[in-house]
């Protein structure tokens, strides 16, 4: 293969890779906050979490700053109908297809610092999806500037799925209690 075809192949390649994602904004109703959005895949997400105020949903700590920066947390059951209308709480399919998309662009060990937000965590939030190390609530506040929380739509026996990006690198999927407080992200109907 000439030099010319090998350097135009890796442009190509290069240049598909860092595509600059789709993005755009939402406005909820319900309070009249706008959020980002992103096209991951072909689903749209919030690229922020859900700071809509309900029953069953706190700030970090009780304190309204945490609510600006990070959004708010969510125990299951609010967590489901949390979202806006024409948006939904993601089920355990759509988030493995989100997972899916970004490990098979990035690599799963590169997958971790390419959601993880630039400025208010130490990634590249090259999608961005700019996830937020907004921690939980179990008995206590935990994890505020370690790690981010998401609840699934996806529930079996009274508890639910959520999903967890966390140290060295992970982002998996384990079985929760479902008075556990996480972040809600909401996906467009389609």
Known sequence: MNSKILFLLLVLTVTGAFAEPQKGSMRDSRDGRSYKTVVVGSITWLAENLAFKADGS???D???EN?????RLYNFETALKACPS???LPDNDEWKRFRTFIEDSDGK???WVSLKSRDKWDGSDRYGFDVVPA???TDEFVDLGVS???WSATSEDGDAYGWH???PGDFSMDFDVSTNMYSVRCVKNY
């Open 58 to 60: 706190a700030c970090y």
């Open 62 to 64: 009780n304190k309204a």
């Open 67 to 71: 609510c600006n920066k990070y959004g």
């Open 86 to 88: 024409g948006w939904h």
């Open 109 to 111: 060990e590169a997958a």
């Open 135 to 137: 921690g939980k609530a």
């Open 148 to 150: 981010a929380h998401f």
């Open 165 to 167: 990006l966390a140290p």
